[in-house]
């Protein structure tokens, strides 16, 4: 059956994400066996890619035999890691995504103003963790409830996880403004993902069924679905097509398909060619 399927115009790895692999392929054409201190990027698929090629997944630098050059993914890394790895005379090879970078420097400059730094971002994510360590003492706040129960602050200055909802970094916002007179935010969500949101937003309206294609361990793509489902409670996400059922499309003439920011571009190909099989 041949339906309406409508693509995201941002779908497939952003630029911090291609970027990151690139890097990775290149050193392991380069060196043959790299290290990955942790996951480069959260989609399995990518990660298996990379290992056969060479790239290794170590949680540690401790297991990092001496001589193997390490990546220093694309999230970010504490200062206490790279003075580690310099201390070992491992060849560091830095996958940051340049946006995560501004956001550090933005955290630090905020500090230097004397303000009591707040994260808007998901508690225990690598990303956030990593802008965390940039400073001496953050708050990580990720709902409007959570920032209720701060104190009230002589200055506050807040920056974003870079993959948040502006809606739920509005809502934040609007309790922090009563918790100081001071406060300074550093909008720091980047581009492609406002543009993926904005997109989400507008084919979960338009379409009865929408897809999100991305690993569940990818909060940039769970947020998506989350975003998709607030409006279309006939959102899935799926890691590829072999997770697609038929019963979602019965029935159903028009389909809206969208990716995390982490997913590899060459999987909506097939998911758009299966969802077109379905009777």
């Known amino acids: 059956m041949k339906r309406q399927i409508t ?3 941002n779908i497939g790895f952003c630029s911090g994400v291609r970027r990151a692999i690139e890097k990775a392929q290149t050193a ?7 290290a990955m201190l942790g996951e480069i990027v959260h989609n ?19 297991k990092i035999e001496k001589g193997t050059p390490v990546i220093f993914r694309s999230h970010g890394t504490p200062p206490a890691v790279w003075k580690e790895a310099r201390r070992r005379d491992l060849t560091i090879i830095d996958a940051t995504c340049p946006l995560v970078k501004k956001i550090h420097d933005a955290v630090r400059e905020l500090e230097n103003e004397g303000r009591q730094i707040v994260i808007i971002g998901d508690h225990n994510h690598e990303e956030v963790e990593g802008i965390a360590s940039q400073v001496r003492a953050a708050k990580v706040i990720a709902s409007a409830d959570e920032a209720k129960s701060m104190p009230m602050t002589s200055k ?4 974003i996880q870079s993959t948040q909802d502006i809606f739920n970094v509005k809502e934040i916002v609007a309790v922090l403004l009563t918790k100081t007179n001071d406060l300074h935010v550093v909008n720091t969500i980047c581009k492609p993902t406002r543009e993926r949101q904005e997109q989400i937003r507008r084919l979960a309206s338009e379409n009865e069924v929408m897809i999100i294609i991305g690993s569940t361990s990818s909060a940039n793509t769970n947020r998506l679905t989350t975003l998709a489902r607030a409006i279309n409670p006939n959102t899935y996400q799926i890691a590829d097509s072999t997770e697609l059922q038929a019963e979602w499309f019965k029935n159903v003439q028009t389909v809206g398909v969208s990716t995390g920011a982490s997913t590899p571009d060459e999987l ?9 099989e379905f009777p």
Do not use: P
Request: glycine share 8%; charged share 25%.
């Open 44 to 62: 399995e698929k990518v990660v298996q890619q990379l290992e056969e090629k060479g790239v290794h997944v170590y949680r540690s630098l401790a």
């Open 156 to 159: 506050i200055g807040v920056v």
């Open 7 to 9: 693509i995201s115009m």
């Open 268 to 276: 909506v190909e097939a998911v758009v060619e299966k969802i077109n």
């Open 28 to 34: 392991a054409a380069q060196f043959g066996k790299v």
